[in-house]
């Protein structure tokens, strides 16, 4: 009689502590990015190569099966140019392997872009990443 209620004692025990458990593993797990959070462009660059065009320049981790489709110039703002950057998937069924990929695209740029706000959107037009970076000179 008396080991039935230290198993019953010790079963109520442990049902009482797991929740207290379970949630001290998840207290200090990183918080899953949510869908409005971007992520910034790896090594971004633009270079002018001359009075007319600037050359883009970037990386970053996509799918295997996707690739970068031709700059889309957007406004002229205070010396800021916006560029954005569609990707395309290339198969219909792809594994999800990470890869990282790089972007090189040359733009027309009137001389007078100072610096560009790069947009990479995915193929369903949700931002992918983004950053700003100022236009060297060559």
């Given at each position: 009689m008396l080991s039935n209620r230290f198993a019953a004692l010790a079963l109520a025990a442990t049902?009482?502590?797991?929740?207290?458990?379970a949630e001290d593993k998840t207290?200090?797990?990183?918080?899953?990015?949510?869908?409005?959070q971007t992520l910034r462009l790896k090594?971004?660059?633009?270079?002018?190569?001359?009075?007319?065009q600037i050359t883009i320049e970037f990386e970053y981790d996509g799918g295997a099966c996707e690739q970068v489709g031709p700059a889309e110039v957007g406004e002229l703002v205070d010396g800021t140019l916006s560029v954005t950057f569609p990707t395309i998937s290339t198969a219909e069924v792809c594994t999800m392997q990470v890869v990282e990929i790089e972007v090189e695209q040359t733009i027309?740029?009137?001389?007078?872009?100072?610096?560009?706000?790069?947009?990479?959107?995915?193929?369903?037009?949700?931002?992918?990443?983004?950053?700003?970076?100022d236009v060297d000179h060559d």
């Open positions: 049902v009482l502590t797991m929740p207290a458990l207290k200090d797990a990183p918080a899953a990015p949510s869908a409005e090594d971004l660059d633009a270079t002018r190569i001359n009075p007319n027309q740029a009137e001389h007078i872009v100072s610096k560009v706000d790069v947009t990479l959107n995915a193929p369903d037009g949700k931002t992918i990443a983004s950053g700003t970076t």
